[in-house]
């Protein structure tokens, strides 16, 4: 099964752009549900989501729908002594999604900065072990983690490794297929090279928009990876003014015509 949708769906340029400009914002999730049958939740990143939150979204979109949940960041990017505390809290929030039918898996999330040295990989185990009741989805944005042992770590541990397309800076991940678990896993986050390291207004790294011969060149990638697994999740971050769902729904659209082509 290959899901496509969005990595998060409530951006206020959205509106006018996906969203009809008379849709209420509370609207906006059963709206993308018709369209889509998957959502990366991201806000998750940023703070703890109550478990009502998670049991109201389920509510809003179809039986066949599957949410992914990114990892709080005190998790992966503020890790503190105190962050003992959250896996617990991060685990439950969850568990709505999980009775609803329609949980795929977490995506944690590690920053560049997270190097592939001796104390950060005791911190991974130790991390993967912690939410080992859920299915988990790692990506590394350091070329660092690209090698066979830590391949062979995540197998052993049923995670699964996060494929991404982003500028080929020599430092970030290239644009590979790989599956360590049962579930593919696939970002887009866009090709801006300019904007990648800026910030700021105007500096949007996710300000892209991917041409239809880009997209392309994942479609074998992902159909390999169907092969491979259960479940392949795809999700567009280049969010910038609805440019996301414009590339989801062409995703989708190349992923069937070839689909009907094989079979034919």
Same mark, same amino acid.
């Given at each position: 099964?290959?899901?496509?949708?969005?990595?998060?769906?409530?951006?206020? @340029?959205?509106?006018?752009?996906?969203?009809?400009?008379?849709?209420?914002?509370?609207?906006?999730?059963?709206?993308?549900?018709?369209?889509?049958?998957?959502?990366?939740?991201?806000?998750?990143?940023?703070?703890? %989501?109550?478990?009502?939150?998670?049991?109201?979204?389920?509510?809003?979109?179809?039986?066949?729908?599957?949410?992914?949940?990114?990892?709080?960041?005190?998790?992966?990017?503020?890790?503190?002594?105190?962050?003992?505390?959250?896996?617990?809290?991060?685990?439950?929030?969850?568990?709505?999604?999980?009775?609803?039918?329609?949980?795929?898996?977490? &995506?944690?999330?590690?920053?560049?900065?997270?190097? !592939?040295?001796?104390?950060?990989?005791?911190?991974?185990?130790?991390?993967?072990?912690?939410?080992? +009741?859920?299915?988990?989805?790692?990506?590394?944005?350091?070329?660092?983690?690209?090698?066979?042992?830590?391949?062979?770590? %995540?197998? #052993?541990?049923?995670?699964?490794?996060?494929?991404?397309? #982003?500028?080929?800076?020599?430092?970030?991940?290239?644009?590979?297929?790989?599956?360590?678990?049962?579930?593919?896993?696939?970002?887009?986050?866009?090709? !801006?090279?300019? !904007?990648?390291?800026?910030?700021?207004?105007?500096?949007?790294?996710?300000?892209?928009?991917?041409?239809?011969? +880009?997209?392309? +060149?994942?479609?074998?990638?992902?159909?390999? &990876?169907?092969?491979?697994? @259960?479940?392949?999740?795809?999700?567009?971050?280049?969010?910038?003014?609805?440019?996301?769902?414009?590339?989801? #729904?062409?995703?989708?659209?190349? &992923?069937?015509?070839?689909? +009907?082509?094989?079979?034919?």
């Amino acid at each position: 099964m290959i899901y496509v949708g969005t990595s998060g769906f409530k951006f206020a @340029d959205w509106k006018g752009t996906f969203y009809p400009a008379d849709l209420s914002d509370k609207e906006w999730l059963r709206y993308y549900g018709e369209r889509f049958n998957c959502l990366e939740i991201n806000a998750s990143f940023y703070r703890l %989501l109550h478990p009502a939150t998670y049991f109201h979204m389920a509510e809003k979109v179809p039986d066949d729908f599957r949410f992914t949940v990114k990892v709080y960041r005190s998790l992966t990017h503020n890790v503190t002594s105190e962050s003992g505390t959250d896996f617990e809290k991060f685990r439950d929030s969850v568990r709505p999604l999980v009775e609803a039918g329609k949980f795929g898996c977490l &995506l944690a999330q590690f920053p560049n900065g997270f190097y !592939n040295t001796p104390g950060n990989r005791s911190y991974l185990g130790d991390f993967c072990a912690r939410l080992a +009741e859920y299915p988990l989805v790692v990506e590394f944005r350091n070329r660092q983690w690209l090698k066979d042992e830590v391949f062979a770590f %995540l197998r #052993e541990h049923g995670v699964g490794w996060c494929c991404v397309d #982003e500028p080929q800076f020599r430092n970030l991940m290239p644009p590979d297929a790989i599956a360590t678990s049962r579930i593919g896993y696939v970002r887009f986050h866009g090709r !801006n090279y300019q !904007n990648w390291w800026k910030s700021g207004p105007g500096k949007d790294r996710y300000d892209y928009l991917y041409s239809r011969d +880009e997209l392309m +060149e994942w479609v074998p990638k992902i159909r390999r &990876l169907a092969d491979e697994t @259960d479940a392949v999740y795809v999700f567009m971050n280049n969010c910038f003014a609805g440019k996301a769902t414009r590339n989801a #729904e062409e995703l989708r659209e190349l &992923l069937e015509q070839d689909g +009907e082509g094989n079979r034919g």
